[in-house]
């Protein structure tokens, strides 16, 4: 019983924020060009076609499962013909995201192409959470969006992201104030070395990455 409430806390806070979301920042700044005919939204896994037109990999793969022509010029095409786009792959990486879990609290904001690192390791993300966060984030994030929609937020702007509660600011704090938060509100001690060890590592890991790309 204790797992299952677990499995239904996560997946109520998981239905609020959708973690495959791109929170883009300047959303009129991403081109024309980086959207798929298909979805019309901006590409995910681009795979371009001989006639020279990108697809989504699955808007691509869904519609060839019942047409064997390219969905803009009816040109013939088939799966073995297709290649992944990495030009503009690249060039969508490059654009400014907000992290997906901006709806509980995590004020990220980077290039895409790094973003699903930061979603492992982001404290908002209700996977890294302990379970006594989770209830008050999915509160949190329920009681922002109905802020957002009385204020009436204009389309197109990133709304603010919320406070965090001080649970939640202290447990982002790390060291000896989240294992004291732990400690009082049931989350085993070792659990909670267990996730900072965790987040330094994958820190040191990230670091060392970006040390290559530059």
Not at 128 to 155: C, G
């Amino acid at each position: 019983m204790l797992k299952r409430a677990k499995k239904e806390e996560l997946s109520q806070v998981s239905a609020v924020v959708d973690e495959d979301q791109r929170c883009f920042l300047n959303p009129e700044a991403v081109s024309r060009h980086l959207f798929c005919s298909v979805c019309q939204e901006v590409f995910v896994e681009p795979q371009r076609a001989p006639c020279g037109h990108s697809f989504c990999k699955q808007c691509i793969l869904q519609w060839l499962k019942k047409a064997n022509t390219c969905p803009d010029d009816r040109k013939l095409l088939k799966k073995s013909d297709l290649h992944h786009d990495f030009i503009l792959e690249n060039i969508i990486g490059d654009h400014m995201v907000a992290c997906p879990f901006r709806k509980l609290g995590c004020q990220y904001v980077g290039q895409l192409q790094t973003s699903a690192s930061h979603k492992k390791e982001c404290l908002f993300n209700p996977a890294n959470m302990p379970d006594f966060l989770k209830k008050e984030a999915l509160k949190n994030s329920v009681q922002a969006s109905e802020e957002s929609t009385s204020r009436n937020t204009e389309e197109g702007v990133l709304p603010e992201p919320p406070q965090p509660s001080l649970k939640m600011r202290l447990f982002a704090a790390g060291g000896k104030q989240r294992q004291l938060l732990c400690a009082m509100f049931g989350e085993n001690k070792n659990d909670t070395e267990q996730r900072d060890q965790t987040s330094v590592e994958e820190n040191i890991n990230n670091s060392k990455k970006r040390k290559k790309t530059t």
